[in-house]
Structure formats: C-alpha cells, structure tokens
C-alpha cells in the first residue's frame, strides 16, 4: 500500500507506523509491576504504587470483577461503569455501580470520562486510576476527555480495539490524535496483546487486533529506556490453554 493515505501527504506504512511508535515501552525508575485481577481475561499489569490515590473508575466490567475488588481491597473507591449489565456484581461499599455508557457525549444513560473522574471528588494532591475496556467505543470516548482531567490519572490502564481498522484514514486520524494526546503527559509502560485475537498487518506491519496498554504519568513517575520483551513474567494469556502472542521489544 504506497499511495498517498493522510491529508499530510504521508503513505499508508508511514501513517500507520507513526501510530506504532506511540505505544513504545519505557520502564518507572525505582517501582515494580505488578498483576491486578483475574489470572487470565481481567487481570491487568500495573504499577505497584498507590500513594496518594483518591479513587479508581472501572468503565466496561461485564461479569468480571475481579479487578475492581482487588482494588477495592486496598481501601480504594471503585467507581463502576457498564450500561450492559443491570445490577451491581458485589455488595462491596467500597465498588459503587452505574449502568451508565461510557459515552463521548453528555446524554441520558451515559457518563463521559470528564465526568467520571470529576465525580470522584479527589483532593488536589490525589490522583486517580482509570481502567477501561469497552469494546471499541475508547477512541471516541478519549478523543472527546480533555488532558486536564485525564492528567488527574497517575495511571489508566486501557484494552485498545480494532486496529485493522487502520484501512480507514478516519479511524487511523484519531488513533493518532487519541495517542498523542495521551503520550503528551503520559508514557506508556507496559504492553500485552490480548489473545482472543490474533495479529492483524496493515501496510506489511504486523500489529496486535487488540492491545492492553499501561500508561504513567509523568508528572508522579520518572521513566527510561527498558530492555524488556513482552509478554513479561507476570502476564498472562486471556484465553487460557491458547499462547500468549509475542511482542517481543514492541518497538518500530
């Protein structure tokens, strides 16, 4: 594919690597990782501190929970948020459900993530951690939050959907409006491809269909270059009993 893709002139390889390059690992000087949730599909890698954390908000959870207690368990507010479920999955004070959608827009039934991280209510030295998984609808949804609010995160942890979409220069606009956007306070710090799919190559660049990214602030957290290959010891498979796919360096 080498005809002229974007309205800046650049080919479709080009374009699309560009975009690769946002997810580039770096590792947190002087903290761990560490592995959140269920063994396989709901288990996420963090960063091991929660210093001076005023709450988390859980956008997408289904029938898996298993993140939200684990953080609930360290005394934290887990705000829940999942217009396809109907009832609240735990009888935890600390987990507060809506069945709101995470929606770009302010209507009836939904909340934006603006919202949800202003209702936290956070003191102005806390911070808060956002974890998001809802099948595609995070494009819009980021593109819409303003960097302000989301510099309120210390980390978000978020499941990336879609990126054989890259074909259309739409979708490939704001995945990399989405991704600078992020990367200009935050760095990524982990990567692990989600099994259920498979590799998808756009412009003869192999990418993963769907992508678990970890991001850092870098105004809470110091980061360099990182040697390592993914997945990393404490990853899992979300599917069990298939491979974990290879990621190796991740870096393009």
Known sequence: ???RYLAYGEDAQSAFLRLARLFEPMRVKGLNKIRVGSSNDGGYVMLDDFRDVGGAISMGVET?????????????IVRQFDHTVDHALSADPLIQFAPLKVSAIDEPGSITMDQAIEDLGMQPNEAAICKIDIEGDEWPVFEAAEIERLARCSQIICELHNFSAAADPVWLERALKVMTKLRSRFDVFH??????????TFANVPFP????VSLGNRARYQFEETDERFP???DRPNRPNFADLHLGAFRF
């Open 1 to 3: 594919m080498t005809e």
């Open 64 to 76: 898996n929970i298993d993140w939200d207690l684990a953080i609930a368990a360290r005394g934290l």
């Open 191 to 200: 990567v692990h491809a989600n099994n259920w799919d498979d590799f998808t």
């Open 209 to 212: 269909e769907t992508l678990e």
């Open 232 to 234: 990393i010891e404490i």
